[in-house]
């Protein structure tokens, strides 16, 4: 039986600081806090997010997000992403189809430039998509779904009420289908269940023929404590066979729940390679975040994406360090004086950056023309880099 605890949010949280160019949300929102779906592995069981109650069944409902959200949207200064849930909320929870939170969110953010990437594990998400397609036409919506397995097998053991793999995988047929970017989270991918070759292949296949445009792989982390604990009771139940191999993965008990080394260097390069092979970007491309941030965001972005991508090709990637670490000192230092003065807009820092680029003796981006060239093409004009082919289009 489901609790429900109405409480009102007095703030929505804003980045204004560096850019997550993982996530790459500029603001950020959950209307509920803990989670129906109840997935064994799930983070949000973990004391340090300090969820009162039961995580599956007392729910927290944001009652004011909407009139908040639709308050402050005319004062953002600066466009951004909207990235909606989290790793310990599902915004598509059950209870949403009777609270309608996200439904009166995504009203008031389509009437507006601002981009959204919704987290979830729930089909529920077709519900809106009307309002999702009118706000992927006028700015960006990125659907970033959680999947793990490549069938339901081990789905209905770990994630309980989640919405079963077949209909997530068609949930993302209907989102490409409307032209709406998907980005998988393949996280996290559990030892012995689900990071295997065999199983991670299958699953990829499928991503691939869907045309997912992004998949983010990852591990399981499990924090010491109360999710610790429940995660591996679940497997002693389940999989006894597996307790010892668990207990040497996480034997460090480190308090972000993260396994030992030699587990990740053993797994996570074969996992990559296979979605290089694919042709599966691990970024959300460029295409999918053009235009969607403020120009001085979107530098600093692809300049980070680049460095990794050109390293996974083993590129040397000398002259991209010494350009990235050029252009944060510039970044930072102007983006501390565009949160101090509060008149200044996001077009004012624009237009500092692009006479930083076109001045000679700038070293915004270490003094770097053909690299500050190529920029002012992808990030000022119409040029999109190809994170496949690693090319200006
Ligand atoms: S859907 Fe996400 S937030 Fe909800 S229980 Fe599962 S992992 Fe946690």
């Given at each position: 039986m489901i609790k429900k605890h109405y409480k009102n949010v007095k703030t929505i949280k804003k980045n204004t600081q560096l850019m997550d160019y993982y996530f790459?949300?500029?603001?950020?929102?959950?209307?509920?806090?803990?989670?129906?779906?109840g997935c064994i592995y799930c983070d949000g069981r973990a004391e340090k997010y300090y969820v009162e109650g039961d995580f599956e069944k007392d729910i927290v409902i944001r009652r004011n997000l909407p009139d908040l959200l639709a308050q402050k949207l005319p004062s953002y200064r600066e466009k951004g992403t909207f990235l909606i849930g989290s790793g310990i909320s599902d915004p598509?929870?059950?209870?949403?189809?009777?609270?309608?939170?996200?439904?009166?969110?995504?009203?008031?953010?389509?009437?507006?430039?601002?981009?959204?990437?919704?987290?979830?594990?729930?089909?529920?998400?077709?519900?809106?998509?009307?309002?999702?397609?009118?706000?992927?036409?006028?700015?960006?919506?990125?659907?970033?779904?959680?999947?793990?397995?490549?069938?339901?097998e081990y789905r209905q053991i770990f994630e309980p009420r989640a919405s079963t793999v077949e209909?997530?995988?068609?949930?993302?047929?209907?989102?490409?289908a409307r032209g709406i970017p998907v980005c998988v989270l393949a996280m996290p991918l559990l030892p012995g269940i689900s990071d295997d070759m065999a199983s991670v292949n299958l699953l990829f296949d499928k991503l691939k023929a869907l045309k997912v445009d992004v998949?983010?792989?990852?591990?399981?982390?499990?924090?010491?404590?109360?999710?610790?604990?429940?995660?591996?009771?679940?497997?002693?139940?389940?999989?006894?066979e597996l307790l010892?191999?668990?207990?040497?993965?996480?034997?460090?008990?480190?308090?972000?729940?993260?396994?030992?080394?030699?587990?990740?260097?053993?797994?996570?390069p074969a996992i990559y390679e296979a979605l290089t092979q694919r042709e599966i970007p691990t970024f959300v491309p460029h295409?999918?975040?053009?235009?969607?941030?403020?120009?001085?965001?979107?530098?600093?972005?692809?300049?980070?994406h680049m460095k990794k991508l050109?390293?996974?090709?083993?590129?040397?990637?000398?002259?991209?360090?010494?350009?990235?670490?050029?252009?944060?000192?510039?970044?930072?230092?102007?983006?501390?004086?565009?949160?101090r003065k509060r008149s200044m807009t996001q077009e004012a820092l624009e237009q500092e950056l692009w006479y930083a680029l076109n001045d000679p003796l700038s070293s915004v981006l270490s003094g770097n023309p053909k690299l500050t060239n190529f920029m002012k093409n992808a990030v000022f004009d119409a040029g999109i880099f190809n994170y496949t082919t690693l090319k200006l289009e």
């Amino acid at each position: 039986m489901i609790k429900k605890h109405y409480k009102n949010v007095k703030t929505i949280k804003k980045n204004t600081q560096l850019m997550d160019y993982y996530f790459m949300g500029k603001y950020h929102f959950s209307p509920y806090m803990a989670c129906e779906h109840g997935c064994i592995y799930c983070d949000g069981r973990a004391e340090k997010y300090y969820v009162e109650g039961d995580f599956e069944k007392d729910i927290v409902i944001r009652r004011n997000l909407p009139d908040l959200l639709a308050q402050k949207l005319p004062s953002y200064r600066e466009k951004g992403t909207f990235l909606i849930g989290s790793g310990i909320s599902d915004p598509y929870q059950p209870i949403e189809a009777e609270e309608g939170l996200m439904r009166a969110c995504l009203s008031h953010l389509s009437e507006t430039d601002f981009s959204v990437s919704i987290m979830t594990k729930s089909t529920l998400a077709l519900r809106d998509l009307d309002l999702l397609d009118t706000i992927n036409q006028r700015s960006r919506c990125l659907l970033m779904v959680s999947l793990v397995f490549p069938t339901d097998e081990y789905r209905q053991i770990f994630e309980p009420r989640a919405s079963t793999v077949e209909a997530r995988l068609e949930m993302i047929k209907q989102f490409k289908a409307r032209g709406i970017p998907v980005c998988v989270l393949a996280m996290p991918l559990l030892p012995g269940i689900s990071d295997d070759m065999a199983s991670v292949n299958l699953l990829f296949d499928k991503l691939k023929a869907l045309k997912v445009d992004v998949v983010m792989p990852g591990g399981l982390t499990l924090r010491p404590g109360k999710q610790k604990d429940y995660f591996l009771d679940t497997i002693e139940s389940h999989f006894p066979e597996l307790l010892s191999t668990y207990q040497k993965i996480y034997k460090g008990n480190y308090p972000s729940g993260s396994p030992e080394n030699w587990y990740v260097g053993k797994t996570m390069p074969a996992i990559y390679e296979a979605l290089t092979q694919r042709e599966i970007p691990t970024f959300v491309p460029h295409y999918v975040y053009k235009n969607a941030y403020p120009k001085y965001d979107e530098l600093f972005i692809l300049l980070k994406h680049m460095k990794k991508l050109y390293q996974y090709r083993d590129v040397s990637i000398e002259p991209l360090k010494r350009a990235d670490s050029a252009y944060r000192k510039w970044y930072t230092t102007h983006k501390a004086v565009f949160n101090r003065k509060r008149s200044m807009t996001q077009e004012a820092l624009e237009q500092e950056l692009w006479y930083a680029l076109n001045d000679p003796l700038s070293s915004v981006l270490s003094g770097n023309p053909k690299l500050t060239n190529f920029m002012k093409n992808a990030v000022f004009d119409a040029g999109i880099f190809n994170y496949t082919t690693l090319k200006l289009e």
